[in-house]
């Protein structure tokens, strides 16, 4: 009930299911609070979420040469000769290219590349 007026109150917009569902992740007692404990979990699961979010970006960025916040094939190729150490064919190169590359753009994102590292984790 607290969770609810403070969201209001700050604008904050979760749907009661997913509030449900966060309650049920977070209070580990059962008892329909948060106490000292679980908002210590919160904070430290929060912190590692955000500390790998920007690792995330920093890795994007090393591969993103010209800064265009975007990968070319080009600078996708660069990047696995250099920091994998594996040489990929033009053939291989548009087949990983076509998995990676949601919107066809030619390009990959930051949430195209976000994607594909969550499914590999």
Do not use: P
């Amino acid at each position: 009930k607290q969770w609810y007026q403070r969201r209001v109150r700050v604008g904050i917009k979760i749907s009661d299911e997913d509030l449900k569902t966060m309650m049920d992740e977070v209070d580990q007692d059962g008892d329909g609070a948060i106490n000292f404990s679980e908002m210590l979990t919160i904070m430290i699961r929060m912190h590692k979420q955000t500390r790998e979010s920007q690792d995330l970006v920093k890795v994007f960025e090393v591969m993103d040469k010209d800064g265009n916040k975007r990968i070319s094939k080009t600078e996708l190729r660069k990047a696995l000769k250099l920091y994998a150490n594996k040489k990929v064919s033009s053939e291989e190169m548009d087949k990983i290219m076509k998995e990676v590359d949601f919107d066809n753009d030619g390009y990959i994102s930051f949430s195209e590349f976000a994607n594909c590292v969550h499914l590999f984790k």
